[in-house]
């Protein structure tokens, strides 16, 4: 059965309505480069039209109490855990990830579900002890408006989810502009969502709009008067354009950017954990995640034994289809993308490099997709491609000498999304997760880059962009803060002392 067949059973299955024929965005399947569906492009007018709706249905959603909010969550939530195999499945034929990551990403959108139906009872602000007497100063938190989401291809569900759950539990609206190599995956989330929303009574009108389109869209999207927050996850240099947009227009952006993460291997490391998990983030995703691992510093006592050790497990990685089982490294998304790693490839050979694999895989069994063996690249110092992210499975190894060193090696780069240590000793750990130590969002110890959970605040420093999605108090992003000082006395007291006798 083609990949089309099986998108229209998908979105039967969902019971979602899937576009029909016509002109629009054509959607190919990574996996073997064929069509998928036509996805209709929305202009000017229909984003305009679309946010005026999340606007007027924002004045009256505020209203709404959190805990009924967190009703329409938990619903959308159940609909996606009821769904999660066909979820998956879509996933993987849109984006080219394994069938098991494709799988896991929906599960992460049933996680931030269950996490925002908490958090719609913990809406919580402080009181303050005033200087003032019969006086009491109060922070409370109120919702922002309508928040844009601007979604990347690699987690074309969970991503959204992060932002869209959080929000709406907020008493915010949404409008969603996907990627334009994702749509289908946009279209179920929010059919979804709706059905949600009329199960529980509901009106989705307005609550969450998604537009289609290419970067004139989302630019358009930026400078609207009534977005109040943009969430964009992407390269750095659209979160540049972003945060600068946002900042004309004084509006907040919450911006989670590239990362070129890095980890260290110690002397003390336990080198059979090492290596598996350096492998799985280093080519987890065919190295199209932000958390991938890409620059790996290992102690020089360890430093040839480590690479074999790579080496071997490379050789052995099954790549291929991703729909079928036992497959662990899929295509990358398109041929753009393998056409930038074979440029980072001859750029390292060219810094003196040592490049290992990264050659394409034509027996994979799928015909059209481009499918790559993860390459492994032993460099003589950190310098050239190095100091640049590319979204392919390219893994740089160097040695180093002294552990103050590694950490400078880690820290030398623009990035700061995510960051590892393996070491058996305590004093290094915990050097390594202080502030002289990892200068990124995410600094882990025994474990590798990717794989964060929804528990923790998401994100990173420097041109990562600075944002924070998921747990922790990351809600506060969709909220603005306002401070209450109440009078319940007969006088009026100054503050600081001040007397104004009239």
């Not at 009872?121 to 200087?131: D, K, P, W």
């Not at 989670?256 to 598996?276: H, K, T, W």
Request: glycine content about 12%; overall charge negative.
């Amino acid at each position: 059965m083609s990949y089309a067949s099986q998108v229209s059973g998908i979105f039967g299955k969902l019971g979602v309505e899937l576009p029909g024929a016509g002109a629009g965005l054509e959607v190919a399947s990574p996996i073997d480069g064929q069509f998928v569906a036509t996805v209709p492009c929305a202009d000017a007018a229909a984003l305009a039209a679309a946010i005026e709706r999340a606007h007027a249905r924002h004045r009256a959603w505020r209203n709404v109490p959190a805990p009924q909010r967190g009703a329409l969550i938990r619903a959308f939530g159940d609909k996606v855990r009821d769904h999660k195999d066909t979820l998956g499945r879509l996933v993987t034929i849109e984006t080219g990830k394994i069938l098991q990551e494709g799988l896991g990403e929906v599960q992460e959108v049933i996680d931030i579900c269950d996490f925002a139906l908490g958090l719609s009872r913990q809406l919580y602000g402080l009181t303050i002890a005033s200087e003032r007497p019969d006086h009491k100063l109060r922070e409370t938190w109120h919702p922002l408006g309508v928040v844009g989401i601007i979604s990347a291809f690699n987690f074309p569900m969970a991503v959204w989810a992060w932002n869209a759950s959080l929000a709406l539990v907020c008493g915010n609206t949404l409008v969603w502009k996907p990627s334009e190599k994702t749509p289908l995956a946009a279209l179920a989330m929010n059919g979804l969502l709706e059905a949600a929303a009329r199960e529980v009574g509901i009106d989705p009108e307005g609550l969450s709009e998604v537009v289609v389109g290419g970067r004139e869209l989302g630019e358009a999207l930026v400078a609207h008067e009534r977005v109040r927050l943009v969430s964009a996850t992407g390269s750095t240099a659209m979160g540049r354009a972003v945060g600068q947009a946002c900042a004309r227009h004084f509006k907040r952006s919450l911006l989670e950017l590239g990362g070129n993460n890095a980890a260290i291997v110690a002397p003390s490391a336990d080198v059979e954990l090492a290596v598996r998990a350096v492998t799985f983030a280093a080519v987890g995703t065919a190295g199209q995640r932000c958390t991938t691992l890409r620059r790996l510093f290992v102690q020089r006592s360890l430093h040839a034994q480590f690479v074999a050790r790579l080496r071997a497990a490379y050789e052995g990685l099954p790549i291929g289809n991703p729909l079928e089982d036992g497959t662990l490294i899929g295509p990358l998304v398109d041929g753009a993308s393998y056409e930038r790693m074979q440029a980072a490839l001859a750029a390292a050979k060219a810094a003196g490099g040592s490049v290992h694999f990264g050659t394409r895989v034509e027996s994979a069994g799928v015909g059209g997709g481009h499918y790559v063996r993860p390459a492994l690249v032993e460099m003589p110092a950190q310098r050239g491609p190095m100091l640049e992210e590319t979204f392919a499975p390219i893994l740089y190894v160097v040695p180093y000498d002294g552990f103050d060193e590694a950490i400078e090696l880690n820290n030398a780069v623009s990035h700061g999304l995510s960051s590892a240590i393996f070491t058996r000793d305590l004093q290094e750990a915990e050097i390594f997760t202080s502030a002289r130590g990892s200068d990124c969002g995410i600094a882990n110890v025994n474990i590798g880059t990717s794989g964060a959970e929804i528990g923790g605040a998401f994100g990173g420093e420097k041109e990562t962009g600075g944002g924070r999605e998921a747990g922790s108090d990351s809600w506060k992003s969709y909220m603005r803060r306002a401070t209450n000082t109440i009078n319940y006395g007969s006088t009026l007291p100054l503050a600081q002392g001040i007397k104004f006798e009239i």
